[in-house]
């Protein structure tokens, strides 16, 4: 099961090496892992997504709770939350592409980042479903570069 974890930590250095290894030292692999700073600049939030059972998240939660930085853990399997990612992806532009391109744009609501000579730069953001997909249809006229962000998630009040 695909667990998202939320974890509040002090915005201090080497906290994000701190927990990246914990992780690791424990055999857990990391499916996605953002991180940024809150409205206050004291803190960061990482989102974690982890494939694992319900024990194997109860481990990693206590684990994360024994971190003298971590000032909070949430499991965000209840779903009562809202994921994105963000992705950068830059396909040819020509003639022979341009009008696929612009159908996958209206479909997927995508957004133009930039264009230039021969290629255009979209940014897709959304649920992993739908940027998963969105990707999909882009292949067809050919990824020339892609870059792409970790989901990052916010629990709902």
Same mark, same amino acid.
């Given at each position: 099961m695909r667990h998202v974890i939320s974890v509040l930590v002090e915005n201090k250095f080497g906290v994000l090496a701190k927990i990246a290894g914990l992780f690791s030292a424990r055999g857990?692999? =990391?499916? +996605?892992l953002a991180v940024g700073e809150t409205d206050d600049?004291?803190?960061s939030r990482m989102t974690v997504v982890v494939p694992g059972d319900d024990r194997i998240i109860d481990q990693v939660k206590r684990q994360l709770a024994k971190v003298i930085e971590v000032i909070e853990v949430k499991d965000l399997a209840s779903g009562n939350y809202v994921e994105r990612d963000l992705v950068l992806i830059k396909v040819p532009y =020509?003639? +022979?592409t341009k009008r696929k391109?612009?159908?996958i744009i209206d479909r997927f609501h995508l957004t133009i980042?930039?264009?230039v000579e021969d290629?255009?730069?979209l940014q897709?953001?959304?649920?992993?479903s739908f940027v998963e997909s969105a990707i999909e249809e882009l292949k067809q006229v050919g990824i020339k570069e892609m870059?792409?962000?970790g989901t990052i998630a916010l629990e709902k009040d």
């Amino acid at each position: 099961m695909r667990h998202v974890i939320s974890v509040l930590v002090e915005n201090k250095f080497g906290v994000l090496a701190k927990i990246a290894g914990l992780f690791s030292a424990r055999g857990y692999n =990391i499916e +996605s892992l953002a991180v940024g700073e809150t409205d206050d600049p004291r803190f960061s939030r990482m989102t974690v997504v982890v494939p694992g059972d319900d024990r194997i998240i109860d481990q990693v939660k206590r684990q994360l709770a024994k971190v003298i930085e971590v000032i909070e853990v949430k499991d965000l399997a209840s779903g009562n939350y809202v994921e994105r990612d963000l992705v950068l992806i830059k396909v040819p532009y =020509i003639d +022979s592409t341009k009008r696929k391109v612009d159908e996958i744009i209206d479909r997927f609501h995508l957004t133009i980042a930039d264009i230039v000579e021969d290629s255009v730069i979209l940014q897709i953001v959304g649920e992993e479903s739908f940027v998963e997909s969105a990707i999909e249809e882009l292949k067809q006229v050919g990824i020339k570069e892609m870059v792409r962000t970790g989901t990052i998630a916010l629990e709902k009040d």
